[in-house]
């Protein structure tokens, strides 16, 4: 990998990274998911998160530079967040807020809370 925890999609096409089984999520609410990669859209100004939900689903999650990238640069591949989406007017759904975790062995999946 990079220095940084975020690749570029140079980097990306080098190693022969594979993101087609990763969807978008329509559902708001709150997710547990594990960071997979993150990565770099060179023109838009977008983070990519790639992650994978408790529930198995593969996601990609676009976080935009107004949005400070939700914390996501400070984090790691491997590391758990609690991931807010929202419903917009228009009906689209998108990353609201994020909150790292600690994984505890013994809880139960959802529903969370954002302290």
């Known amino acids: 990998m990079s220095k940084s925890n975020v690749i570029g999609c140079d980097e990306m096409r080098e190693r022969n990274i594979d993101t087609s089984c990763y969807g978008y999520n329509r559902d708001p609410g709150i997710h547990k998911a594990v960071i997979d990669l993150m990565a770099e859209a060179r023109k838009v100004g977008t983070l990519r998160v790639f992650l994978t939900f408790s529930d198995g689903r593969k996601i990609i999650a676009p976080v ?19 991931i807010e989406y929202e419903r917009l007017d228009d009906g689209r759904v998108f990353p609201k807020s994020a909150e790292s975790v600690k994984d505890d062995p013994g809880e139960e999946d959802g529903p969370y809370e954002i302290p």
């Open 64 to 82: 935009y530079r107004w949005q400070k990238d939700l914390g996501f640069r400070q984090r790691q591949p491997g590391d758990t967040v609690l």
